[in-house]
């Protein structure tokens, strides 16, 4: 599994907030990075919303449902409950440990009128980006930035630890940063898996072009 670079900030965030929510679009690698995150340091449970077990316990108990499930607590497809998020308000007011939750939500989960109004004050936001250049080279940032403005073909040659790397600048451009897509082995199955992904897309979304972006 590749490292994503906002994990770091997400463990720091983790250490001083009560609450860290990620968001992004669908298939971005929210789920997986949230479940990258569970060590001996920070043994979370995770749940997801996705499952209609989970979902229904949320839906019809949200502090009951908190109660059964302690914290350290990753909850993922949070947006599927809005009722969840001032369960978890309540629970921070009476506690503002850190750590003690992590939620993962759709892109425009930060419209919500729930959202704004429960964890204003309480939450750390982090936005999940499709894999950047650098992660799918294992380049740390600082490194790639610095080995793209110093290499004299950026698309043929970049500065690495120890030797150079090169890299198919067409290939990684057509690849894109959905994971499914740029770790797909054969041309085909990225074409196969870009269309599916336009196609139920724009059948789950809502109707609003606001809501898409």
Not at 73 to 90: F, G, N
Not at 110 to 129: K, Y
């Amino acid at each position: 599994m590749l490292r994503r670079h906002l994990q770091g900030l997400v463990l720091e965030s983790l250490a001083d907030f009560p609450v860290v929510l990620i968001t992004g679009a669908r298939q971005v690698g929210k789920s997986t990075l949230a479940q990258a995150l569970i060590t001996a340091k920070w043994p979370a449970t995770y749940l997801t919303l996705d499952n209609r077990t989970v979902l229904d316990a949320a839906l019809t108990d949200p502090d009951g449902f908190l109660a059964a499930n302690p914290v350290p607590l990753i909850i993922d497809e949070v947006q599927r409950a809005p009722d969840l998020l001032r369960a978890i308000k309540r629970r921070v007011d009476g506690d503002r440990k850190s750590g003690q939750f992590l939620l993962t939500g759709s892109a425009n989960l930060m419209t919500l009128r729930t959202v704004s109004e429960s964890l204003a004050g309480r939450v750390a936001l982090h936005r999940l980006f499709p894999f950047s250049l650098g992660e799918r080279l294992g380049r740390n940032p600082a490194s790639f930035l610095l080995g793209l403005f110093d290499a004299d073909t950026p698309s043929r040659r970049l500065k690495g630890k120890s030797q150079p790397l090169h890299f198919d600048l067409a290939d990684a451009i057509l690849r894109g940063g959905y994971p499914p897509a740029s770790l797909a082995r054969a041309p085909a199955s990225r074409r196969r898996w870009f269309d599916s992904y336009r196609q139920t897309y724009w059948l789950i979304s809502p109707v609003s072009w606001d809501d898409r972006i």
